[in-house]
């Protein structure tokens, strides 16, 4: 299947400072890419669209000036979680549809990046 | 506004026995209904989907799912489970647009 990869894989910080998180689709071009968190015991929940060359679309509760998407390229999106506090400690998967043949329907899931703050 | 609820939280099994995992959503619209598997320290994959057609789908390792209309349902069944099928399970919907709203998922453990 397509392979979609999350860098880092594990960060630190202190808080008040900004972390960027890269979802890259590796062998295909994702015009769409989607953002979740997980929390932990608990399920992933979508925080955002991410659209090659638009802005994000935000669900409903998600602060879109705290974390920053950018898809500047159909292989590429971008988490920047600014002014990060502890109440952002989670661990953010970034996920790609492969638009070609058979896996039209399926996502692919990064291997998740997960950020402490301290 | 769509939502799914997975039965179970924590489901532990001896090898051998069978495996079955509820879930129900609740959509108004037309839905596609997913499973996906995370092994320990690994990624979120998918297992089975169900977008329209024959309501039983069956998928590798002899999983299957059968997606029950009336009842809202699209329940993960497997007759006889491995050490190797210890993983979280997590069911989705997805609407038109692609996007997923997860189950909060069970953590399966199968005990030799």
């Known amino acids: 299947g397509a392979v979609v990869s999350q860098h880092p894989s594990w960060v630190i910080c202190k808080s008040g400072t900004s972390v960027k998180i890269e979802c890259r689709s590796l062998?295909?071009?994702?015009?769409?890419m989607f953002w979740y968190r997980q929390f932990p015991k608990q399920s992933l929940m979508l925080m955002a669209t991410?659209?090659?060359?638009?802005?994000?679309?935000?669900e409903q509760g998600v602060e879109k000036d705290k974390f920053l998407i950018n898809h500047a390229s159909l292989t590429l999106s971008t988490l920047t979680v600014t002014s990060a506090h502890p109440e952002d400690s989670s661990f953010y998967i970034c996920?790609?549809?492969?638009?070609?043949?058979?896996?039209?329907?399926?996502?692919?899931f990064g291997e998740g990046s997960r950020l402490t703050v301290l | 506004a769509q939502s799914v609820s997975q039965h179970n939280h924590h489901v532990i099994l001896s090898e051998a026995a069978s495996l079955e995992l509820g879930c129900n959503y609740s959509?108004?619209?037309?839905?596609?209904l997913f499973w996906y598997v995370q092994y320990p320290g690994q990624h979120l994959q998918l297992l089975l989907k169900?977008?329209?057609?024959?309501?039983l789908v069956k998928a590798i390792k002899r999983y299957e799912a059968e997606f029950i209309k009336s009842k809202f349902s699209f329940n993960l069944r497997k007759p006889s489970v491995q050490w190797s099928d210890t993983a979280e399970y997590f069911c989705?919907?997805?609407?038109?647009?692609?996007?997923?709203?997860f189950g909060a998922g069970t953590q399966v453990v199968v005990t030799p």
């Open positions: 169900y977008f329209s057609g024959a309501p």
């Open positions: 991410s659209n090659e060359g638009s802005k994000a679309t935000y």
């Open positions: 959509y108004g619209g037309t839905v596609n």
């Open positions: 062998d295909f071009q994702a015009t769409t």
């Open positions: 989705a919907v997805g609407d038109s647009w692609g996007k997923l709203q």
């Open positions: 996920s790609a549809r492969d638009p070609r043949g058979a896996n039209t329907g399926e996502l692919f």
